[in-house]
């Protein structure tokens, strides 16, 4: 048995749930992002052979985004949609942080 020192614990990391259905029925994750010290980490599989379809997830999670502010705060579904919308073009067309990429199996 070990003794921890409660100043030198270990880092938490804040997951999220597996959406109900996928404990139901299963499925594929595709994406995972993590802020760490600020800065976004991401995990994610090709998973489809039409890259189009990236865009067509990309576009649902800004709409459960828009959902989540929606019934959180005063601000519209549509309001917050717009502005990830205004955002995500703007980061497309001149990335602040372009960041890398690193590929493992």
């Known amino acids: ?3 921890r020192d409660p100043d030198n ?3 938490i990391f804040d997951a999220l749930h597996v959406p109900p259905l996928a404990l139901d029925r ?4 595709v994406l ?5 010290d600020g800065d976004l980490h991401v995990s994610l599989r090709r998973a489809f052979d039409d890259p189009t379809m990236w865009g067509m997830l990309l576009a649902d999670v800004a709409r459960h985004i828009g ?10 579904e ?3 949609v717009d502005k ?3 955002v995500f073009e703007s980061e497309m ?3 602040s942080d372009p960041g890398t990429t690193n590929v493992t199996s």
């Not at 299963?26 to 994750?29: L, R, S, V, W």
């Not at 995972?32 to 760490?36: E, F, L, S, T």
Request: glycine share 6%; hydrophobic share 40%.
């Open 9 to 11: 614990s270990p880092p």
């Open 26 to 29: 299963g499925g594929t994750e």
């Open 32 to 36: 995972r992002a993590v802020i760490i």
């Open 67 to 76: 959902r989540i502010y929606a019934n959180e705060s005063a601000a519209s």
């Open 84 to 86: 990830v919308r205004a």
């Open 78 to 80: 549509q309001d917050v």
């Open 1 to 3: 048995m070990s003794i």
């Open 93 to 95: 067309d001149e990335p």
